[in-house]
């Protein structure tokens, strides 16, 4: 049994504008997922992943994450001008596989909390082992 | 056991813009969560609800639909100019709670598929038990 | 002076849901432009351009077309449920540059109004003339 | 002939996600839009005005800014990961009525320019008149 301190999910900002809301008068179901990713795309680029370099499919070093299933449980609404935060840690590895835990939050209240589960790829679109240095990345967030 | 055959579900026909793309050449992962939702829009429309009248939370009548969980599986890639369509079924019923099945195809290609839990709520934004004619339809649908 | 009747715009029709939709109540304004964008690849469909077989910019045929320019005035809201068309004529032709009249409707309301200037470009993004077959048939539409 | 030196426009920074971006591997049109109007909003919060507290139609203060006319020329393709920042400064001031010039750069690339025309409008969607201090704060950015 491991002493040590669950480490420190990572956290990312987000500002509701007018473009998130909907005419319910609060966010959007599908902006939750928006912010989700943007989330995601932090913690990437916090572990020296740029996507926009390893989105070329022509480069051997071609990396790209897709998700394959995502559940999403909506806890309270939020509004326009709200200040979140998402949360992100690692859930669950595999070889090319990973599981995030997403939390949005607003302050102490919880928004949303999603399990995402999202899978490199390479290339060609196929599934490809995440790279040692990437992987001990992700262990360290577990 | 019954011998009715299972109803067809609700099926609303999707074309694919580059408004619902992103650069890695294929559908963004919350493009299919806006798809889901015009299908459920446009069975409640079939069903004889209108939301732009029932979203008026002064109204005695407001009936919203809120959604509460959603676990989609992104099981192909969908690409510009496709053709998808949205197939809806009601999985189950409770007192103000629905819980709908959701197929995106492209012709025999299943491209994803979602649960998804809505809740009847009223213009206070709290559970609202649904309306015994609308209960009805969904029942056919199960 | 020519007797010619003007042609008729390209019409094409556009449903609003709740992702179109702001915490005002009303159609968000960059939805419109995302319904003008629909109007046009659906004009391009109809001329018999299928836009996810010519961005293929490794391709002799490699043929985008890129928005340079776009005047939105916005005249009227628009409504969640409501049944808006988008008519599309050409307004001007050079010789790889098309300017297009774009007009958002609601039965006899003019919603919104837009002048948009799209760019021919190919595969490696510069400007392209537009093919005879394809200028013709924006010819056709003036 | 005023000596004052012209007033540093309001800066904000927009990260491009993939949300941001479409097939053709640039960012959308559509969210160019959505980025100026990030910075207007941003540029109001500086300004004291939080829109979530002035929506509220039934208050004697409600206050909104809606778009009437939009124009934007795209200069340069945005992509993902770019970190870009809007501009915004008044270029014309009536009673009810703020023109705005916007300019989205990369650095020192300009990306995209937009002129912006919004209305104050009351609780009941009308014009109204800018309040005096607000005026004064969108004089100073002249």
């Given at each position: 049994m491991s002493e040590a301190p669950a480490p420190s999910p990572h956290t990312h900002p987000i500002r509701v504008y007018?473009?998130?809301t909907d005419a319910g008068g609060i966010v959007y179901h599908a902006?939750?997922?928006?912010?989700?990713?943007?989330?995601?795309?932090?913690?990437?680029?916090?572990m020296g992943v740029h996507q926009s370099a390893t989105v070329d499919r022509s480069e051997e070093t071609a990396l790209l994450f897709t998700v394959r299933r995502m559940e999403i449980d909506y806890l309270k609404p939020a509004f326009?001008?709200?200040?979140?935060?998402?949360?992100?840690?690692?859930?669950d590895l595999g070889g090319?596989?990973?599981?995030?835990?997403?939390?949005l939050t607003r302050g102490e209240d919880l928004v949303a909390e999603a399990v995402v589960t999202v899978v490199a790829v390479g290339g060609n679109g196929r599934p490809k082992?995440?790279?040692?240095?990437?992987?001990a990345?992700?262990?360290a967030l577990q």
């Amino acid at each position: 049994m491991s002493e040590a301190p669950a480490p420190s999910p990572h956290t990312h900002p987000i500002r509701v504008y007018w473009e998130d809301t909907d005419a319910g008068g609060i966010v959007y179901h599908a902006s939750h997922v928006r912010f989700f990713e943007r989330g995601r795309t932090e913690l990437l680029r916090a572990m020296g992943v740029h996507q926009s370099a390893t989105v070329d499919r022509s480069e051997e070093t071609a990396l790209l994450f897709t998700v394959r299933r995502m559940e999403i449980d909506y806890l309270k609404p939020a509004f326009l001008d709200d200040l979140l935060a998402v949360e992100t840690s690692v859930q669950d590895l595999g070889g090319s596989r990973v599981t995030l835990l997403q939390r949005l939050t607003r302050g102490e209240d919880l928004v949303a909390e999603a399990v995402v589960t999202v899978v490199a790829v390479g290339g060609n679109g196929r599934p490809k082992r995440l790279p040692p240095d990437l992987r001990a990345r992700f262990v360290a967030l577990q």
